[in-house]
């Protein structure tokens, strides 16, 4: 035995702190509060505790450290080493000990709490405290002098070793717990889940011995249109598989109102909304898995974005009451629950799910989870949020007040009700340029780099065709058909036209603008009616006297940035969503996207749990105001009816930001519909 | 409007305070404390809070009352005299205001905690406190202005009404909530549950207005062969109906054992008794609510008691490890469960269950219950009291002091693996007299009073003739054999007998004893053999030792009192137990049945949430003695082969105290059946 004790540094923290001759290094951080991971606690088992002792003088910490400052390798790393390999420089934290005066790194894959990089610099940093951590434990064998029972026992040794009181489980660990107990000698790893509001932690799976999976949660933004997810390793934040899924509920209607109605009209149609929605979300989380060789009972935790009627169609409840006013939610408040009670069949028995709060009946647990991704109750300017869908939910943000309301844009924007309109597909239009000389269109559609005036633009789009236009790209053409005086400030087409050009066509009592004529090729006449100008009129009205309404409220005039959130904010071009009075105007670098902010985060909520308190406290200081009963809503509605923007254009438009998050089924056409 | 105040004194409690003239009876009560119900929280509609003011002198009170002493009766109590009578003398404490000062009878029908009335003396009392109640509560409608859900809002008003702080609902009330609310114009009827260890209740279901109907619950026995179960009213302890169905896992093996077997032989093999014994739970509970005409939403509670493999087998858990040493128990804590869960999906979605905790691997949660029931930790005396079966769970208290083991007596007791043996059913032997002299039998059978040497027996019986030996008519007609010589000491039937008897017939190498001989009209022959002698000697052996085992552990020689609990224990002859040696030596009267005593302790359970908090600390500190290791069992088993008594006999025979409490279903056949 070593007696007297060292000087231990932890770095980066700079924790610090005297310990007996003898004392592992994991000893020390624990005791020090250094953030240390461990799954084994401290059995050499994991790995997870590896450091990283330096050498040498260290005036700063005042001490130098000799190489014989730690003992030297043991059997444990040696096998290790020797198995799985330990890096250079590498100790395992629970085996070397600490001899002498010593200063040691824990890097970052180390750290239990450590943070996932985001890719921009406004946004939310992510700190990784999940709900749900595996950890090994030693338990006691039965005696029939003291009798107990195998549950009473791994939980007096969870306490013991892991500090955990009270921790409860729920019947299917209870059925598995004695297998596993046996397989293992007497050591298990358990999942133990414990959510943010809980006083006592949860087992919810036990496998015998040391279980070296990882544990998995999905984050799920639930679309009207789409079901997305993100499969994401709890411990490393790591997403390993995404991808989404049409809504089934959209044979019940394209859009919220219409599910409603369908929900009013037919009894039990909201049973069957919600079985079919559960159904998908289940079919996607197996897929996921199943993709990324994940087993579906190491998918243990699931949270849900979702805006309200789907909210409501999710947990089974009859969304009625959301389609006419007061807009009453049944439940307001964030959900937690067992994962199979909303569906989710496939994956851990014992799953649990989190529902994000609801903001307010029209601006839902979706937009809840954008205001965690951009977080604009830390903004210092002003900055205006807007996810754009069948309804626009707007947040503003300024000074640490948020202003929330929700605005009815119509399905316009997603390229429904529009003549030529679809969804974003390949083969949809959704780049626009019209020369404001001759009027005539190049543009590009999803699926091919390539202009449609650049040299074989025809043979790279022969397998689909150009096939209609998409949300963002009738908004490049309804701008562009301005800013080519196509159509003049009060939106009506060819006032300004000399009749007789090749590229307007008479439609009714009106004229419609010719975009592409693919008829020669079998394909389809894609024009801009009037009609599709007054639908786009209509909605970006609706947006625009949203974000004035919640202007107006805040007291300011003008704001100083700009996010466009979802996947059309992905996609939508600033220019032209500014010329035609989109958004407020400010200069186009203040114009970002933040990418599929909803699902970003859901991501957020899924790693921290202290993330989950945040937003609900977020949530409940948002003031929300209702676009319904607010007569200044009607007023800056009707005075947005214009496109005032002329000709003069945008030349910073290359400068704008879009930095897409991890993309929902990245790289494939499925990954580009709208969202809602 | 009065002013000044007045002294009000409540009656039986003696609490006394003074209150400002006009204030309600009930807000007086409410704030002394006093124990006066209520569902609507003084809305003048459930008529819970009912008082008896009394007039005259109080020399006692120091008080005077004076008829004015409480305002006249007003509208809402004429209106409710007017439609359901309020009963002389009675008023309203919500309407009744005090304007002098006052004396008020709170009589125990308007208590919440009043209690309920067991038949034997020095049994625990039964204080209604129930886990779930009813309350009424008006909640404010939503506001655009400040959105929140409807859950949330009722949750704010159950704060402010009741008093109840962050309460929960599971999805099943949230999917009702909100057409409750508009149809009941903002007032509902909530069924409020708060578990003995909750930090908060929870919404278990909601109905709107005022919901005049009481709620149930179940309390259940699950035997081996048996499922039984008390459907209760929660807020009175009223027993609506009772009644059994056979366990269907008899299919798998007739013993616990048997069904361990083949758990262990056939994969899924527990599952498809967990199914079958769920499917029969929730077949009686349909059942018994139908009988009494509850409507099933109205069931929100069940309460289970059972032995260890049922334990297992209900929830899930395979019982394998029940079936070896050291007879490890999966879980040995109470369980607090949703009652689907367990397979109770027909009553209340959202309905609870508690599982009363087992005490070791052999001693389970019915003979918890037995504890609860007869609270041996409370005993100033020593009192043994066993509950028999295929195992006999048998516990000794004294001083504060309790032992509690398991004993195997075998399906003996039951008449099986007896020749002639069945189970307790019209048509079965359950009394029996023998002639010391003549050695000739007289007996009775289940389902007539009469014995077979009366006149009229043979016509009284033909519809169910004479069948068989149930348990309780084995024991006494060995014991019978006994004192009248046929049966030596030793258990050797006939070497006492004078061969030729028209009663003995050789049986292989020895004689059986000819009880009753139906052959000539088509009837079986009854009769006793060395084997069945054998049978009971074993069984009867096993049970005393036991007895015996604790009685050293204890370090007593003799006890006080024995307690007989269970089906069995109702039927059985103290007289003959004591002559075949099965229970130690006490005088006749200081040995009772506490019917089932386990059926018993599940009412408590249900009935009040506190007893669930006593018995877990009780089981925490029965000392568990495990009989299969314990070298002294197999010695006194040994030394109580013999049956030492002889023909002496017990003349206190009359005195026998047996005070069945609710049988479970009195009246018919079916509730004779034997428990386990």
New interface residues.
């Given amino acids: 035995m070593t007696t007297g004790d060292a000087l231990v540094i932890f770095t980066p923290s700079g924790k610090r702190g005297r310990f007996a001759l003898g004392t592992p290094v994991l000893t020390a951080a624990r005791q020090l509060g250094v953030d240390l991971d461990s799954v084994c606690g401290g059995r050499g088992i994991c790995s997870k505790c590896q450091v990283a002792p330096a050498f040498g003088d260290f005036p700063k910490h005042g001490v130098t450290v000799t190489e014989g400052a730690l003992s030297p390798w043991n059997t444990v790393e040696e096998r290790y080493d020797r198995v799985r390999g330990l890096p250079a420089g590498r100790r395992l934290g629970c085996q070397a000990q600490v001899l002498a005066d010593v200063v040691i790194d824990v890097p970052p894959e180390s750290q239990v709490h450590r943070q996932v990089v985001r890719k921009r610099a406004e946004a939310r940093e992510i700190t990784l405290d999940p709900a749900t951590r595996l950890v090994v434990v030693d338990v006691a064998?039965?005696?029939?002098?003291?009798?107990?029972?195998?549950?009473?026992r791994l939980a007096a040794a969870l306490k013991a070793q892991w500090g955990e009181e009270g921790v409860t489980?729920p019947?299917?660990v209870?059925?598995k717990?004695?297998?596993a107990l046996r397989k293992g000698n007497w050591q298990v790893t358990v999942a133990l889940h414990r959510g943010h509001r809980d006083?006592a932690a949860r087992v919810l799976d036990v496998w015998p011995g040391f279980h070296d999976g990882g544990l998995y949660g999905l984050a799920i933004d639930l679309g009207s249109t789409t079901v997305a997810a993100h499969l994401t390793r709890l411990d490393t934040g790591e997403v390993v598989a995404s991808g989404g899924v049409m809504n089934p509920q959209i044979r019940f209607g394209e859009d919220l109102m219409s599910r409603v109605s369908y929900a009013m009209m037919n009894p039990g149609g909201d049973a069957e909304m919600t079985a079919e929605v559960r159904r998908a979300l289940d079919g996607l989380a197996l897929s996921l898995a199943t993709e990324a060789g994940v087993a579906p009972r190491d998918v243990v935790e699931a949270v849900v974005v979702c805006n309200p009627v789907m909210h409501h169609l999710l947990?089974?409840?009859?969304p009625?009451?959301l389609g006419q006013?007061?807009?009453?939610?049944?439940?307001?408040?964030s959900l937690e629950?067992d994962a199979r009670?909303v569906g989710l069949v496939s994956v851990n028995p014992a799953a649990r799910a989190y529902v994000l709060p609801?903001?307010?009946?029209h601006v839902g647990a979706d937009a809840a989870a954008v205001a965690l991704s951009e977080a604009p109750e830390t903004a210092t300017d002003c900055v205006l949020i807007a996810d754009v869908g069948t309804n626009a939910e707007i947040l503003l943000g300024r000074g640490g007040r948020v202003l929330a309301c929700s605005s009815p844009t119509g399905p316009a924007f997603e390229g429904a009700q529009i003549s030529s309109g679809q969804r974003a597909a390949p083969g949809a239009i959704e780049r626009v340029e019209i020369d404001p000389v001759t009027k005539d269109p190049r543009f590009r559609v999803i699926g091919c780099d390539l202009w449609s005036d650049d040299p074989g633009f025809a043979a790279a789009t022969a397998s689909t065709g150009v096939t209609g236009i998409c949300g963002s790209g009738i908004i490049e053409v309804v701008a562009e058909m301005r800013m080519a005086g196509i159509v003049d400030a009060s939106g009506l087409i060819g006032s300004d036209v000399q009749v007789g050009s090749p590229r307007m066509v008479p439609q009714g009592r009106t004229w419609a603008y010719v975009l592409h004529d693919g008829r020669g090729a079998g394909g389809p006449l894609v024009t801009v009616t009037q009609g599709d100008i007054r639908a786009i009129q209509l909605a970006k009205s609706a947006l625009y006297a949203g974000a004035r309404l919640l202007m107006d409220e805040m007291g300011v005039d003008r704001v100083d940035r700009v996010v466009l959130a979802g996947a059309f904010g992905a996609h939508i071009s600033p220019k032209h969503a500014m010329v035609l009075g989109m958004i407020p105007d400010v200069p186009l670098a203040r114009v970002m996207s933040a990418g599929n902010a909803a699902g970003t985060g859901a991501r957020i909520a899924l790693l921290n749990r202290g993330a989950r308190a945040q937003i609900e406290a977020t949530v409940g200081r948002i003031e929300?105001i209702?676009t319904?009963?607010e007569p200044r809503f009607q007023e800056h509605f009707v005075a947005a009816n214009a496109i005032p923007h002329a000709v003069d254009g945008f030349p910073e438009l290359a400068r704008v930001v879009t930095l897409p998050d991890v993309a929902f089924g990245a790289g494939s056409g499925e990954g580009r519909r709208r969202r809602r």
């Fill in positions: 064998e039965p005696d029939m002098h003291e009798p107990s029972g195998d549950f009473e489980a019947l299917p209870l059925a717990l004695q297998p006083a947990l089974g409840i009859d009625v009451e006013a007061p807009f009453a939610l049944a439940t307001s408040g629950l009670d609801c903001i307010a009946g929300k209702e319904a009963i």
